[in-house]
């Protein structure tokens, strides 16, 4: 069983809205720092957000005021909301749990923000 499991990628219209979900193991998710990042064709992956256990949440500067990371304890789910996306929202978005030197990733999930 994957660690990280991921949903909610598309195709979204420039100014739409979309919502990503990694859940994970009870373990993962009461022990990580758990975040998304994304990877666009011919780019190094970045950081988009994360969130500690404690819900302290950091943003990249290319998505900081446009999106939301969050945490679900009851369902061992991390969620990254994004407004207003824009054509160079478009990546590979991938969740990420990091404890010390473990680190784990979900497979993907495809964003394309396109009209």
């Known amino acids: 069983q994957e660690p990280l499991v991921e949903s909610g990628g598309g195709l979204v219209q420039p100014g739409g809205s979309l919502r990503l979900s990694c859940t994970t193991s009870?373990?993962?998710?009461?022990?990580?720092?758990l975040g998304w990042y994304r990877q666009a064709p011919g780019e190094q992956r970045e950081v988009v957000a994360l969130?500690?256990?404690?819900?302290?949440?950091t943003y990249g500067d290319s998505v900081k005021g446009r999106a939301t990371i969050s945490r679900d304890s009851a369902k061992n789910t991390v969620y990254l909301q994004i407004d207003d996306l824009k054509p160079e929202d478009t990546a590979v978005y991938y969740c990420?749990?990091?404890?010390?030197?473990?680190?784990?990733w979900g497979q993907g999930t495809q964003v394309t923000v396109s009209s």
């Open positions: 009870g373990s993962i998710f009461s022990n990580y720092v």
């Open positions: 969130i500690t256990i404690g819900s302290t949440s």
């Open positions: 990420n749990a990091r404890w010390g030197i473990r680190v784990h």
